[in-house]
């Protein structure tokens, strides 16, 4: 049913695109794969060729490609660089921490919230304290807390087009449609608590004393977890979409200088030098998250338009490969929008009320090396590109001022950053026609998902 769904989605957007790549706001897919071959090839590959005087002639000036990807994930990494499930990324469910903080206006405290908020814990010296009391959180996320193993997993088509009306200026656009799914499973850790995590140093409890205390947030919090998701209003499970990606515009701008072209080869290199620089922008077109859904993720930039600049240049040596350096940054529009938004530093993943507020996100940023070979083996073209890509961090406020509103505390989720290799292998069964296989591989993250891709590739250039 999910590739139907894709394909009957492709009807529905026609979108083109020239760059192989592009910078979001996700942290599941923060550089997203368009095919395999190097920016600076796209309607450049023949023009580069008649200058080593190796050409067949033909005047590109129209470029299309279409890409079938899958990736999944199960683990990921926090911010503090530690390993987690995906759903994890942003610290456990933290159960108590619904309990912490006080009212916003107008708001009033669900029903078993007010229940559990008047437990105490059942030992000397905390004996009576409430165990709403976010002096004695569990900092290593086991009391009170739930941690939510799951796969994520995304399929889709990503369609893309370049026409090159004068010799070194390229106009493009790029979008694609996807199938996401994300499974998710609640375990609760309070049973692997630890006596010495909540109480205060100097207290001395057992584990059979501490056993009253867990018995209390098992009976209160964790088991009744699914009815106090539905008197918050969050639905806490699998989710699942299926729809358009963002949709991308860009403006290339670039030019082949030869070098050494005169010079002795014995003594220098022939070489084309390709600086190349690009400006665009995307517009929304993948539906925003949704406040009601935990867990739930953006098929695009959560509703953000964006506009970006990147630049950078490849040096072509005639008689070996290819090495390429790029650099970019990207801007996001900030929007208004409702979200859960935390009342207190403690809580983690689910927060309990909602709010209006101002996004702003940062800046997001790569930069990259890569290497190229082109027709290495017969008409078989290799590349391999190193990528490191950072977010920065959001800037959030509120748009009615409460002060039981921690808006800082949410800021402090929207940093991440990703380092992959990306491998990409064109074959050309004639001048104007290429099948290829990409992959992407995760080398290191923070805050981010630890998401293989693989993608499939066709080309025409005429």
């Known amino acids: 049913m999910r590739i139907i769904r894709i394909f009957l989605s492709c009807f529905l957007v ?3 695109s020239s760059l192989f790549a592009r910078v979001t706001l996700n942290y599941n897919d923060g550089y997203q794969l368009f095919g395999t071959v190097l920016p600076t090839a796209v309607l450049n590959r023949e023009c580069r060729e008649l200058l080593k005087q190796e050409g067949n002639g033909i005047d590109e000036r129209f470029f299309f490609s279409t890409s079938m990807y899958g990736q999944k994930a199960t683990t990921a990494r926090n911010l503090k660089k530690e390993t987690s499930f995906v759903n994890d990324v942003h610290g456990r469910l933290n159960m108590i921490g619904l309990t912490y903080g006080a009212l916003p206006q107008g708001t009033i405290q669900p029903a078993l919230l007010q229940t559990a ?12 304290v409430s165990i709403s009391n976010p002096t004695y959180t569990d900092l290593t996320q086991n009391f009170g807390f739930f941690t939510a193993p799951g796969k994520y997993h995304k399929i889709g088509l990503r369609f893309q087009a370049s026409v090159r009306p004068f010799q070194d200026l390229i106009f493009t656009v790029q979008a694609g449609i996807a199938d996401l799914q994300q499974t998710v499973s609640l375990v609760g850790m309070t049973p692997l608590a630890l006596a010495a995590n909540v109480y205060p140093a100097n207290a ?3 584990p059979t004393q501490f056993a009253l205390d867990q ?5 209160y919090l964790m088991e009744p977890a699914q009815q106090i998701f539905q008197q918050l209003g969050v639905s806490v499970g699998n989710i699942q979409q299926t729809g358009p990606e963002d949709v991308s515009f860009y403006a290339i701008l670039r030019h082949n ?8 080869p014995e003594e220098w290199a022939y070489f084309i030098f390709t600086p190349i620089l690009q400006i665009g922008a995307t517009a929304a077109a993948a539906k925003a998250t949704s406040p009601y859904k935990l867990y739930d993720l953006s098929l695009g930039n959560n509703r953000h338009q964006s506009l970006n600049i990147a630049a950078g240049f490849s040096l072509d040596f005639a008689e070996t490969l290819e090495l390429d ?3 970019g940054i990207t801007h ?14 403690f809580q983690s993943t689910l927060f309990p009320y909602t709010t209006n507020i101002v996004s702003k996100p940062g800046e997001s940023w790569f930069i990259s090396l ?3 070979a082109y027709h290495l083996m017969d008409n078989l073209s290799i590349y391999a590109q190193y990528l490191y890509m950072g977010h920065l961090k959001d800037k959030i406020s509120l748009v009615t001022p409460d002060p039981a509103f921690l808006p800082s505390r949410l800021e402090q989720d929207s940093p991440f950053k990703i380092q992959v290799a990306n491998f990409g292998f064109d074959y050309d069964l004639s001048p104007n026609f290429a099948i290829g296989l990409g992959y992407q591989w995760p080398l290191a993250r923070r805050g981010a998902y630890k998401t293989n891709t693989v993608l499939l590739n066709l080309t025409l250039t005429f």
Do not use: M
């Open 332 to 345: 996001f529009f900030s929007r208004t929008y409702l979200a859960r938004v935390p009342t207190s530093q």
């Open 257 to 264: 200088f030869p070098v050494n072209q005169d010079a002795d």
């Open 215 to 219: 018995t209390t947030v098992e009976q």
């Open 325 to 327: 350096f790029f650099t």
């Open 117 to 128: 908020a008047l437990q105490t814990f059942q030992n000397n010296p905390l004996l009576g």
């Open 370 to 372: 890569g290497l190229n």
């Open 204 to 206: 001395v409890i057992t």
């Open 14 to 16: 026609f979108s083109f």
